[in-house]
């Protein structure tokens, strides 16, 4: 008996001890740490592409929002104007100088974009504090007496009277008689505004019956331009609406001297300008705003197209990219617009150029519907 249980207890035990041995340990950890790698470098590489398209898109929407409102004021100017003064409805600037490489244009439109309004003028005694309008002028319109205050209007002159000189007031407040008749305007004495139509129109005519059988409208002059710097002369950060500050390539709409921004990362804004120039009845074709054409009435009213060039840049150059652009292609360089020259660098920011044309309140139809263009 006893024989048998030592013989039991030399038998070893069927107990399976397995494990992991060190240099099993390192193989596993060095095969993980490189998938980890690997893997966070996909990550980062979609990343950057996805921040680059991000930017590129926001890019895009912002130079299309800038086009919308500027070929949508561009084809209303010179509406709700008199035949005789559509020579001031617009006003361009060729590559103004802001102390840096790129030159934009400005463009100042004139007319009655928002509000239709033709009151005909009775008695005015030229910038006096009231306007005497005919009998049933408010009635033609829906406004409410209340929706008059405020507004900003341009008196201007009988056509027939030779006088070409338009006054901005504010109306305070209107009255009239039930039934429409004895109809007014009020303005405080000297209440006015320091901004300026195109082609100079503000101004007083000599003669205070030259502004019987003339018209009130509604008024809005509209200018586009580029800050390129961020600090444009004469302008200081905060004072109506301007930004400042060093915050450059911004493209601002400037409304009754109120500055409104449109657009940031905007590199270059540039115009041209298409019409019967030399009235022959034909288009003449694009040109850039020539400096004699401010205040030459003949020659603005023939304009029938403005050419719009907007040109915007990320902010921060792309990273998303494998190797170097061609040298010959220039993916990564300011382009030529109109008689803006282009860079000859790459600097790797994306950019993106919307051009448009807008149809001067329609003028141009006169002429494609004679068949000449």
């Known amino acids: 008996m006893k024989k048998k249980i030592s013989i039991r207890n030399r038998q070893p035990l069927n107990h399976s001890r397995h494990g992991f041995t060190l240099v099993e340990l390192l193989l596993g950890s060095s095969i993980m740490l490189i998938i980890i790698v690997a893997a966070l470098s996909l990550y980062m590489k979609s990343n950057k592409v996805a921040v680059d398209q991000q930017q590129f898109a926001e890019l895009q929407h912002d130079v299309r929002s800038g086009m919308f409102f500027i070929s949508r004021d561009g084809r209303m100017a010179g ?38 309004l033709n009151l005909a003028i009775s008695d005015y005694q030229g910038s006096a504090a009231n306007v005497t309008l005919e009998d049933y002028s408010f009635e033609q319109y829906p406004y409410p007496d209340e929706y008059y205050e405020n507004k900003i209007v341009l008196i201007l002159p009988n056509p027939d009277s030779g006088c070409m000189a338009g006054e901005i007031r504010q109306i305070t407040h209107v009255t009239h008689s039930a039934g429409g008749t004895n109809e007014k305007l009020n303005f405080s004495p000297g209440l006015s505004h320091d901004f300026n139509p195109p082609g100079g129109l503000s101004g007083t005519c000599p003669d205070p019956n030259d502004y019987d059988g003339g018209t009130v409208t509604f008024i809005e002059v509209k200018e586009y331009w580029l800050d390129i710097t961020g600090n444009y002369p004469g302008l200081n950060a905060g004072d109506d609406g301007y930004i400042g500050n060093g915050e450059g390539s911004v493209l601002y709409l400037t409304q009754n001297g109120i500055h409104y921004p449109l657009a940031k990362d905007i590199e270059n804004l540039q115009f041209q300008y298409n019409g019967d120039l030399d009235n022959d009845g034909n288009l003449d074709g694009f040109v850039d705003w020539q400096a004699g054409w401010t205040g030459i009435i003949d020659i603005v009213s023939r304009i029938h197209q403005i050419r719009i060039c907007i040109l915007g840049r990320t902010p921060n150059p792309y990273v998303g990219f494998s190797g170097n652009p061609p040298s010959n292609l220039h993916l990564y360089r300011r382009p030529a617009i109109t008689n803006s020259p282009q860079s000859d660098q790459d600097d790797k920011h994306r950019r993106f150029l919307l051009v448009s044309t807008a149809m001067v309140r329609n003028l141009s139809s006169n002429l494609y519907n004679a068949g000449c263009r």
């Open 79 to 116: 509406a709700g104007l008199p035949l005789e003064f559509y020579g001031y409805a617009l006003e361009g600037v060729d590559n103004e100088s802001q102390g840096v490489i790129v030159d934009p244009d400005r463009l100042k439109l004139l007319g009655n974009i928002e509000d239709p």
